[in-house]
């Protein structure tokens, strides 16, 4: 929460300074993304806060465009949190057999 509220005092620093920085909305930089995760220089996964959703989509995640925050939390139980393997299933570790998970929501 604490990074949250910091993200969003820098976000109205920005666009007073620069009204510009606003047109495009307030994005919550949610999670590292598949780089961060690896300990490579890469960007984030983000959350446009002003969409009225419940589900809202996440944008930045790799080779899944417009997936939602529920459907990411989805394949990632089922995968043992290492939602990538979904993409080589047949090359994912063995150990990984015992994580994964069909979450119920």
């Known amino acids: 929460m604490q990074h949250l ?3 969003w005092d820098d976000y109205q ?3 007073e300074d620069d009204p510009e920085v606003g047109e495009d909305g307030f994005f919550f930089d949610f999670a590292p993304d598949e780089l961060h995760k690896a300990n490579i220089s890469g ?3 983000d959350i446009e806060m002003a969409q009225n959703a419940a589900d809202p ?3 930045g995640v790799s080779g899944r465009p417009g ?3 529920v459907a990411y939390l989805r394949v990632s139980i ?3 949190g290492m939602p990538g393997w979904s993409f080589k299933p047949d090359q994912a570790p063995a150990a990984l057999a015992a994580l994964r998970v069909r979450p119920d929501f």
């Open 57 to 59: 989509v996440l944008h």
């Open 13 to 15: 620093d920005a666009v």
């Open 43 to 45: 960007a984030t996964h």
């Open 78 to 80: 089922a995968w043992g």
């Open 67 to 69: 997936i939602t925050l």
């Open 5 to 7: 509220r910091e993200s």
